[in-house]
């Protein structure tokens, strides 16, 4: 029935160590997107995937990667996580980039000690 | 530059009474609207969204809200409060071609009281 799903949905790291957070959609969509929400605020858009084509914002650290290895997947690195990456990271999902909505995961609370 | 602006950060209303949040955009031509909820610790949920024609929209939970073009605004409305409404409202809009995200205000929060 999910359609969105992200795990683990709770996550600990320790500063500095790797960390890779999971989507997955049984929507068979064409865009997948990564979003860093903090404390309070609007989801900031990280990065998206159209189909293999990968699209960074412009303003997204580069210590934030990701990896799409075919539809139904899409990966968030965090190369090495500081005290101020902790947030909550939101995975969504689109049809086609434009003119469509976005259906959303539950999100994984990322927690950096 | 393009915006939107949900001017109520925190708002609180009796169980039973009617709801209003507002939205306002700033974009040269109509975006598509949407309105999403958040309730603490989950994903953003779709309420409603408004592409084209009547612009009187009903979403899920009965919520419904109105495009204005006239005053760039999208107020989300309930008409009866439910405990089970606290949440962040997030009201977002996507512009009509090319490839720019989807843009977020800051959130309304909705708390509930008996």
């Known amino acids: 029935d999910a359609m969105v799903i992200q795990n683990p949905r709770y996550q600990v790291t320790q500063f500095g160590k790797p960390v890779t957070l999971s989507c997955s959609q049984t929507?068979?969509?064409?865009?997948m997107y990564w979003y860093q929400q903090k404390s309070s605020q609007a989801p900031k858009l990280l990065f998206h995937?159209?189909?293999?084509?990968?699209?960074n914002e412009a303003d997204t650290p580069d210590n934030f990667q990701s990896r799409r290895p075919n539809t139904s997947f899409c990966f968030l690195d965090i190369r090495s996580p500081g005290l101020g990456d902790a947030a909550m990271y939101l995975c969504?999902?689109?049809?086609?980039?434009?003119?469509?909505?976005?259906?959303f995961g539950p999100g994984t609370r990322l927690t950096v000690t | 530059a393009q915006s939107v602006t949900q001017p109520d950060i925190h708002i609180t209303v009796s169980e039973g009474a009617s709801l209003e949040l507002r939205c306002n955009y700033s974009?040269?031509?109509?975006?598509?609207l949407f309105w999403y909820v958040q309730s603490p610790g989950q994903g953003l949920q779709l309420l409603l969204k408004?592409?084209?024609?009547?612009?009187l929209v009903q979403g899920i939970k009965g919520f419904e809200a109105e495009f204005k073009r006239s005053q760039s605004s999208f107020n989300l409305r309930k008409p009866s409060v439910h405990w089970s409404d606290a949440a962040e409202y997030f009201c977002?809009?996507?512009?009509?071609?090319?490839?720019?995200?989807?843009?977020f205000g800051k959130g309304t929060r909705l708390s509930v009281i008996a």
């Open positions: 974009y040269g031509a109509t975006p598509y």
């Open positions: 995937y159209y189909d293999k084509d990968f699209n």
């Open positions: 969504a999902t689109s049809r086609e980039r434009s003119s469509y909505e976005q259906y």
């Open positions: 408004y592409f084209s024609g009547d612009t």
């Open positions: 977002a809009v996507l512009m009509l071609s090319g490839n720019t995200p989807l843009v």
């Open positions: 929507l068979n969509h064409n865009v």
